[in-house]
């Protein structure tokens, strides 16, 4: 399914008209899809049916409330990465046993403040961190669930900068180290460290990388267990692929095809901790043309979106489609490749108003002829956009809309100057 289509020349989404909603809440404006989130969740879900798995939407890939609580009504747990990210979990609904605490530089506030809000598991990223959870379990007098993340020195053939399960990378522990763990915390009274976690990169496009460390992971249960720890649950984390438009990404299916015959029959609880299969095709962020400009070598649309509002071309190189919202020759894109030509066309980068080169939305991208005033899409921004938005410039954050059965709803404000100020004048 495609949330968003379009209908004699025009973007809807969900059949509500995209220029409508500019007009609405004006740009730039990041446009959620509910039911998007919905059956992008039920996918993964029902693809590994045969795991019960318990799904943890990772918070940071979208985190909106209004978003957690439509996931929270789909029955999903959560992946929180710091206490403010616990906070909205609870704000939207969700229990505390059903949050997993990870990342690895979790302060000894944050455990405290977590452990007292009955936080469900931990997700324990060093020997000094597994430490003060185990102290801060044993001062508390509270059972405190906790797993190990491993990183089993896989290669999950991503980008560099969001590739986690290497040894070279900060995230997780050693296999090799991480038996003395188990075997120091084995009878502790307090703390219950009976999980491996793992989580490689984002996005692992390709199923082999999660076949060599669960296999990896299987080892290291199975050489724990004859060493008398017990290990009752697995998370296999995120890192599940979408569809962007400029490379193949292994589906739903695909990937709970090659995992899931390695977990079944093997008695281990099983997560997962999706979050840019679930938004990143949830979302586009929706801006207007401001003005054309022509240089000798580039023709440039300058638009009213930025780096600001989506950073990952910025940051990543990374590739979204862009295409108008009522394209000037009626033509609905026929896919969402960089490849694709307008006959004609001469190429142009979609930039932003930020002071920096790198501030561009799309490079050399055929697109049909734009006017000012024109609307475009960006697809596939559901995921890392708005949550890595900043106010760099000092810019205002973008309004966030939802778009669900009773229609398109403001789910966050577009910031003002008020907002901008409030920090520096309430000191
Ligand atoms: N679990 C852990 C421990 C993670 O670190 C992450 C993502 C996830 C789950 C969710 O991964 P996903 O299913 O969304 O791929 N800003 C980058 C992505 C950073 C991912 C960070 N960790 C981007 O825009 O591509």
Redesign the pocket.
Known sequence: MDAFKYTKGVLSCDGHDIADIADQFGTPTYVYSARAFREHYRALHDAFAALKPRLCY?I??CHNVHILQTLHECGSSF?A?SIGEVRRALEAGANASDIVF?GVGKTPAEIKAAVDLGVGTF?AESAMELDVIASVANETRKKVRAAL?INPDVDAKT?R??T?GKDENK?GIEIGSSRALFQKHKDDPFLSLVGI?L?IG???NTVGPYVEMVTKALELISQLESEGVTIDSINI????GAEYGHQPSATASEYAAAIVPLLQDRGLKVSL?????I?ANAGILLTRVVYLKQSRTKQFVIVDGSMTDLI?PA??D?YHFIWPVKPSDGAAPTNRTPESRIAGATPVDIVGPVCESSDYLGCNRFIPPVQTGDLLAVYSAG??GAV?SSQYNSRNRAAEVLVDDNGPRLIRRRETFDDLMACEREV
């Open positions: 990772s940071k890939s992946d990465v990870a997700n993340r980008h900068h969001t986690t995230f976690h989580h984002s996005p692992v984390g995120g890192g599940y901790e999706p979050g840019r299969s938004s990952r940051l990543y990374a995921a890392y890595m």
